[in-house]
């Protein structure tokens, strides 16, 4: 079978730069790993990107091997909320964020292949991996936009997309706030990133 590259097939993986889009999308499926604190200071956030690539790579290449179904490893998502959800858009208090960091993962991965595949990673003493777990996610309706630049400029363009361009469009926010590192950070600029931000929303 070819190998699936899900930024290329699933629509909710392209954006556009200074516009705001209404789409749907689909249940999916992902790694994930829960935490707390400023990402950029915080060991906890460290340990699960180098928990989930790991262990999505060893799903990628069981697929390949045993299913003879391959994919290419998408790219470092996160789940970020707050008690105040101005701390996302005014003073971005980033340690008073929650967070799940997570990475797609195909729907034909069974719970008993991700159980297989850990055990098979133990000797590598991944440190978030008693936290890691395979789970559904179902948004449905979002609002997105691609975000060029630093993270921390995020905030006047979240500021609009929950304050002005939601409600306009009679719509609220229901889930947490998701963004897709189409970049990564560890290696790209901080002006070249490109990060697609989304807003699971609901009809009013």
Request: overall charge positive.
């Amino acid at each position: 079978m070819p190998k699936i590259d899900f930024k290329k097939t699933l629509p909710s993986y392209k954006a556009k730069k200074g516009k705001f889009e209404i789409i749907v999308i689909p249940k999916l499926q992902y790694l994930m790993i829960d935490g707390t604190g400023d990402p950029n200071t915080s060991t906890e956030f460290k340990d699960a990107i180098e928990t989930l690539f790991p262990v999505a790579y060893k799903l990628k290449f069981f697929s390949k091997i045993e299913l003879n179904r391959d994919y290419t490893v998408g790219p470092l998502e996160g789940l970020w909320w707050a008690d105040d959800m101005s701390k996302f858009t005014s003073d971005r208090d980033k340690s008073k964020w929650n967070w799940t960091a997570m990475i797609i993962t195909p729907d034909w991965i069974t719970k008993k292949m991700f159980v297989d595949v850990l055990e098979k990673l133990k000797e590598k003493h991944l440190k978030s991996v008693s936290k890691i777990r395979l789970e559904t996610l179902d948004e449905r309706l979002a609002v997105q936009t691609l975000h060029i630049g630093s993270f921390d400029n995020e905030g006047e363009i979240l500021e609009e997309m929950h304050s002005k361009f939601i409600p306009a469009n009679n719509l609220k926010m229901t889930g947490k706030h998701h963004e897709i590192y189409l970049s990564d950070f560890r290696k790209v600029r901080a002006d070249k990133l490109r990060t697609i931000l989304r807003q699971p929303v609901a009809k009013i």
